[in-house]
């Protein structure tokens, strides 16, 4: 933000991130993002898992710790000793926010539960982020993300008709749990304004993993069975998905039955699929996608992508062009959208962080801290949080 803006939202409040890998470090992220004051509590030789997973970048992070942990700072602590315990209450007590994910009970042996530190400080808020509910019979199961996909019925949505489980290319449960952790911080947040206490959120992977579901989910409730597969297309939606042009493939996603008329008249220059009964409503064209689909394919087909997505565009017609992840990293859209930033290492030199998704008043929220080394800022915070 500038000079003149006026702040961030959650500047002032002070976060203990004591949890590790991705569910909760980005729900700690996030929460610095706006703002807060991040720190990150971490074991002093271990570090967080992550600082062991992806490419090495300088000596203790690596590209999977980046991507969950600008804007904090770090403090190494050993929790297994009682000075470590201690030193933890001591922060606590300056705190607002702790997220942590310890298995279900692992914080209480060290003195560090939800109702051992609401005694020292009634206005925290604490996070506990679980693999499966903490009041039920797997509240001590460790839960991983691919094991959450695989329980939740995610794996078997995905892919093609006939093929077997297949997991998203990310931890979309860590992902999802991480940014719902966040909303619910925000809102106890909110509520402690007004009445001046604390409240303990809990989530649980498997709960969000099955969130993720959404009108898949409802859709196989109210079958009794599972829905069908559909790939890269949509399976309520016609014509949406992935589509070979001539020289290369296009994404084409038509949301509505004006949509579709404008994509057959003006783009394909075939108004008679638009005037066919069968496919003037949504509804229509799903019954019927066998008979519309080898129609759109042959269109498509015989032009080339870029003279498409003009055409399309200029038509109003949701589309885009399929790129490689480096190549979507690179382009001008990320570029001029400044959503990769080049920040300070003392080791490497410099190091890529992805910007905040989040904008404010026009003005996208900024990396005020890159990723952290592992207990390098201890000095800073035992000066900042405790004099």
């Not at 961030?8 to 002070?14: D, E, F, I, S, T």
């Not at 470090?25 to 990150?40: E, S, Y």
């Not at 009041?135 to 839960?143: I, L, S």
Request: with cysteine.
């Amino acid at each position: 933000m500038t000079a003149t803006s006026p702040g961030l939202p959650l500047a002032g409040v002070r976060v203990l991130d004591f949890s590790r890998v991705l569910a909760g470090p980005l729900c700690a992220q996030v929460l610095g993002d706006f703002g807060a004051d991040v720190v990150k509590i971490e074991h002093p030789q271990r570090g967080d898992d992550t600082r062991d997973w992806g490419i090495r970048v300088g000596k203790t992070e690596t590209t999977y710790f980046n991507s969950m942990n600008r804007n904090k700072r770090s403090i190494a602590l050993d929790l297994a000793t009682p000075e470590g315990q201690d030193m933890a209450r001591q922060l606590v007590a300056k705190a607002d926010v702790l997220v942590q994910n310890f298995k279900t009970g692992g914080m209480e042996k060290m003195g560090l539960g939800y109702e051992q530190l609401r005694a020292i400080n009634p206005r925290l808020v604490y996070v506990s982020v679980t693999g499966y509910n903490r009041g039920g019979p797997e509240a001590k199961r460790p839960g991983y993300d691919l094991v959450i996909q695989g329980q939740a019925g995610i794996m078997a949505m995905n892919g093609e008709e006939g093929q077997g489980p297949l997991k998203f290319g990310i931890a979309a449960v860590d992902l999802m749990t991480g940014m719902a952790s966040a909303q619910a911080v925000l809102a106890a947040l909110y509520q402690r304004e007004k009445t001046g206490t604390g409240r303990h959120v809990e989530m649980a992977l498997y709960d969000c993993g099955l969130m993720i579901t959404a009108y898949s989910g409802l859709e196989a409730l109210h079958l009794g069975e599972d829905p069908p597969k559909y790939g890269n297309a949509h399976p309520s939606i016609v014509p949406y998905g992935v589509f070979d042009a001539a020289d290369g493939p296009v994404i084409i996603s038509v949301g509505n039955n004006a949509q579709f008329e404008r994509l057959c008249v003006d783009a394909l220059q075939r108004p008679d699929l638009a005037a066919d009964e069968r496919f003037k409503t949504n509804l229509g064209r799903g019954q019927n996608r066998a008979a519309l689909l080898p129609e759109l394919y042959k269109e498509i087909g015989s032009r080339p992508r870029d003279q498409l997505i003009a055409a399309m565009s200029k038509a109003g017609i949701p589309c885009g062009e399929v790129l490689g992840l480096h190549e979507a990293l690179t382009s001008q859209r990320t570029r001029e959208g400044g959503l990769v930033t080049e920040q300070p290492h003392p080791v490497a030199g410099t190091t890529q962080v992805l910007a905040p998704p989040y904008r404010i008043d026009g003005e996208r929220l900024p990396v005020r801290r890159p990723p952290p080394q592992l207990g390098a800022d201890r000095d800073s915070v035992l000066r900042d949080w405790l004099g």
